[in-house]
Nanobody, 124 residues
Framework: VQLVESGGGLVQPGGSLRLSCAAS????????MAWFRQAPGKEREFVAR????????YYADSVEDRFTISRNNDENTMYLQMDSLKPEDTAVYYC??????????????????WGQGTQVIVSS
């Protein structure tokens, strides 16, 4: 499966952005999906994960209650709605996919496919 992110950009603190991850090659419904992010000089970190059907979602503590992960399997697209953005949310955001169940869903090594990333900058 190929993954392409979009929707990044520059936003002021307190603002919102909606990221998209378009999947192609195979039906996205066959994959658990996730968002990770990587700030300059830091390791890639888990943001959110959504199960194959969308029934189960998990979030990093740092984004809980501000970010919402969702998916539309009919359109082969996953989303990350980001509200109340903070400067510390500045990073390159990546979508990831795996066809396997792994309880270590918060680890980057648990995912087999990655997009190229989209830059999010939160600054006044």
């Amino acid at each position: 499966v190929q993954l392409v992110e979009s929707g990044g950009g520059l936003v002021q603190p307190g603002g919102s952005l909606r990221l998209s991850c378009a999947a192609s090659g195979r039906p996205m419904s066959s994959y658990s999906m996730a968002w990770f992010r990587q700030a300059p000089g830091k390791e890639r970190e888990f943001v959110a994960r959504i199960s194959m059907t969308g029934a189960m979602t998990y979030y990093a503590d740092s984004v809980e209650d501000r970010f919402t992960i969702s998916r539309n399997n009919d359109e082969n697209t996953m989303y990350l709605q980001m509200d109340s953005l903070k400067p510390e949310d500045t990073a390159v955001y990546y979508c990831a996919a795996t066809p396997y169940y792994n309880r270590l869903y918060y680890k980057a090594a648990s995912y087999d496919y990655w997009g190229q990333g989209t830059q999010v900058i939160v600054s006044s």
